[in-house]
């Protein structure tokens, strides 16, 4: 079949996606007005809430110090920064997208609680006054259900700080708010709301009905709709369909204070909330580096070490972390001080795949408590080309043919999903005497260029050796076909060629040196970034081996740890054994 051919049914595969997810999204959205019609044409109508009975606790991180800076009128959000000059910020232009969904969102008011003074609680009730009084809620942004769901989460846990020294007037008007916001995000839930957010506005809605007054039969009513669904989005190894890290740690802060609450009331959790955070715990830890930061895949960007020690607070089996997540497509590799996480699983589609990446069979490698080999992350609050290309296969750590990405990339009902790319990943894994063994295969180039690519991992079980393997496998004789691996490395990372080219020198900050090789092929050091870093983006290198696949099929490379810095001077030594013969050099310092 001609490339022109492949590309003529790669395009129509991709239009009939995007036919089929806007009409899906059209019959969801004529459900919900529907079911709205039908719930105010109900004769008996919805009693409003006339009691709050209880106010979660907020376990995400507080700084009592952003209450003074918002008192002063400085919001600093989603990594931007606006000074209102005593206006309303509700009134102020937004500097970014992000912004103004995190101001909407009203997860500030944990910064307002913690500081835990009367200027701060009066400074919450003015705001939140503001946005009832003038309806502000019925703005755009504020009403995106993902938003209307933290706005009704903040409130309800931050709701002592609001009504300590309030009026009457304000409590009734902050009831009769909440439970408009509730019903209002629950008749948004009957219609076209997709992916992550329909699961946080069934777990805001849930909030909502067991701190407020709600009958019986309604709270039921959600504790099943919640429960199916987590047992959907939640798969049976404990990932996310988005495959996305950093949605299991929003979705276990909210669900684990939701476990408690309903505790806190005397009620059973519903099964579903149990079982699911039961099967997310041991899946988080399976990203997690020695140093604890978690791995960058699909979506994940710095790890906040704080709100990983409360989560950890929480984790009461504490077992060793599973190695082999089929049904979410990851897999761990563990040697004594050696991690290595690979990215072993197609792409998500649909809602699901608005931050997903086209990383398949990437992985990351570190040493003790120091990232060797990383992702570039993603930067959630950059600008619209920085989010795609961090998304891109040449971000990731693993094999680009013709510069392409593995997965494709198209704008469906204003998002940017994955509408084609790996369908057929195949991986098979052996603990060998040496050490562990990986094997993963995918197909994401085999539609456009009739390749699969196929790579292999061993990590020795000392960690001191990680020996990889890429193969591509053509279905027709090409002349030529440029393929590069790349291997971004972590901004700690100090690299330097040896061997005129042949190979390199990592000096890591641990002190530790390791060695790169790859079949003898010329390696170059490259300029890359480091998305994840707790000051933003942050420069680092990569180490890049270029062949022509048409020509060499199959090449090998390999890390090895040659030494570890002496205590008082930057030469290492290497160690005693068959590894002395390994070439010295002397990192610089």
Known sequence: MGTGRIGALNGWSERR???????????????????GIARRLWPFGRAAATRLLFAPHDLRTADPTTAGDIYAGYYAFAGRTLRTHGESPFDSEPPSEAWA????????????????????????????????SRKRERGDIARRPAVAARRLISLLSHSPLLLEGADHAFYERFLRHLSRLAERLDLALAGAVEGGARLNGLIAVTFAAI?????????????????????????????????????LIELLLDLLPLRETFLARGIEPPRGVLMAIERMMPHLRLFRHGDGALALFNGMGTTPPDVMAT??????????????????????LTGERGIVVIDAGAPPRGAHSVEAHAGCLSFEFSSGAQRLVVNCGTSRFGSDALRLAARSTA??????????????????????RVVAGPTDVRVARQDREEGQEWVGSHDGYSRALGAVHTRRLL?????????????????????????????????????????????AMLALPNGEVWAFEASGLAVSIEESIFLAGAAGGQRTEQLSVAFDAAVTSRIGWRFSRVGAAAPTTARFRPPPGPDASAPEATPDT
């Open 459 to 503: 990590l020795a079980r000392d960690g001191a050796t990680l020996t990889g393997e890429d193969e591509i496998a053509l279905d027709a004789a090409r002349t030529a076909l440029p393929a590069v691996v790349r291997f971004h490395l972590h901004p700690g990372v100090r690299p330097s060629l040896i061997r005129e080219g042949e190979g």
């Open 395 to 416: 971000a990731h750590s693993t094999l680009t043919l013709d510069d392409r990405s593995s997965a494709t990339f198209g704008r469906v009902l204003g998002e940017m």
């Open 17 to 35: 996606g995007l036919a089929q997810a806007a009409i899906g999204r059209a019959a969801r959205r004529t459900r919900g007005q529907l079911v």
């Open 311 to 332: 989560l950890a607070a929480y984790d009461d089996a504490r077992a060793r972390p599973i190695e082999q997540a089929a049904y979410s497509g990851y897999s761990r």
């Open 101 to 132: 969904e995190a101001l909407h969102g009203f997860g500030w008011l944990r910064h307002m609680h913690a500081a835990d003074t009367a200027i701060a609680r009066a400074n919450a009730r003015a705001l939140v006054e503001d946005f009832m």
């Open 211 to 247: 701190c407020l007054d709600a009958p019986d039969g309604r709270r039921r009513r959600l504790d099943y709709a919640l429960s199916d669904e987590l047992d959907r989005q939640i798969l049976p190894d404990g990932g996310h369909l988005s495959r996305n890290p950093r949605i």
